[in-house]
């Protein structure tokens, strides 16, 4: 069973940055993508950012020029980067990775984030 830990959100002014961290308990080249999702309650998860081991990365058009997604992979842990945080960034940032194996892929449970003055 494969674990992935998040960690790194808190409470952020507007214009602030947060690191997040997402610790996979195997090596991430063995996955086909990860990525990081994000949700606020009543609404749907969505994705923020992801890779594939083909070498690209996509970002929501709501966060390109803002968010840097990178890895680690001696660390196996890949990275969300958050500039130019605003209140409407607020929300649980989700890690998943994706893999032959399993269908829906795998989820951290996720790190709360809230920009807030």
């Known amino acids: 069973q494969v674990q992935l830990v998040e960690s790194g959100g808190g409470l952020v002014q507007p214009g602030g940055s947060l690191r997040l961290s997402c610790a996979a308990s195997?090596?991430?080249?063995?996955?086909?993508?990860m990525g990081w999702y994000r949700q606020v309650p009543g609404k749907e998860r969505e994705l923020v950012a992801m890779?594939?081991?083909?070498?690209?990365?996509i970002y929501a058009d709501s966060v390109k020029g803002r968010f840097t997604m990178s890895r680690d992979n001696a660390k196996n842990t890949v990275y969300l980067q958050m500039n130019g945080l605003k209140p409407e960034d607020t929300a649980v940032y989700f890690c998943k990775a994706v893999d032959g194996y399993s269908v829906s892929g795998y989820w951290g449970k996720g790190t709360l984030v809230i920009v807030s003055e």
């Open positions: 890779y594939t081991n083909g070498g690209s990365t």
């Open positions: 195997r090596n991430i080249l063995s996955f086909v993508s």
